[in-house]
């Protein structure tokens, strides 16, 4: 079993940055890929970015590329999100997993799942 707590998140004006927190308990995180999704009201959850347990391997989808970061520290059980130039269509809740799978955007191959933190970029 795995916890993730997620934090981070807030108010911020278009172009703004943000970094996202996701400590992690439990079993032993190097174990494990991770992944940050976002959802909105109404809409499924996306994938948004992800990294492999060593961190030597990261993949983003293509509306956050070269503005979104993602790493990871083993020592310390957490992943990152380094979000900059923000746009108001990030505007989400942002929740962070973790996965068997090294390299998967499939959120059904994420076994664990924080709480979400809520991100809201204005215009």
């Known amino acids: 079993q795995v916890q993730l707590v997620e934090s981070g998140g807030g108010l911020v004006q278009a172009g703004g940055s943000l970094r996202l927190s996701c400590a992690a308990s439990g079993r032993t995180f190097s174990d494990y890929g991770m992944g940050w999704f976002r959802q909105v009201p109404g809409k499924e959850r996306e994938f948004v970015a992800l990294?492999?347990?060593?961190?030597?391997?990261?993949y983003y989808r293509d509306s956050v590329k070269g503005r979104f970061t993602i790493s990871r520290d083993n020592a310390k059980n957490t992943v990152y999100l380094q979000m900059n130039s923000l746009k108001p269509e990030d505007t989400a809740v942002y929740y962070c997993?973790?996965?068997?799978?090294?390299?998967?955007?499939?959120?059904?191959?994420?076994?664990?799942w924080g709480q979400g933190t809520q991100v809201t970029v204005s215009s």
């Open positions: 990294i492999s347990n060593s961190g030597g391997n990261t």
């Open positions: 997993a973790a996965s068997n799978y090294q390299l998967t955007w499939y959120s059904a191959e994420y076994h664990y």
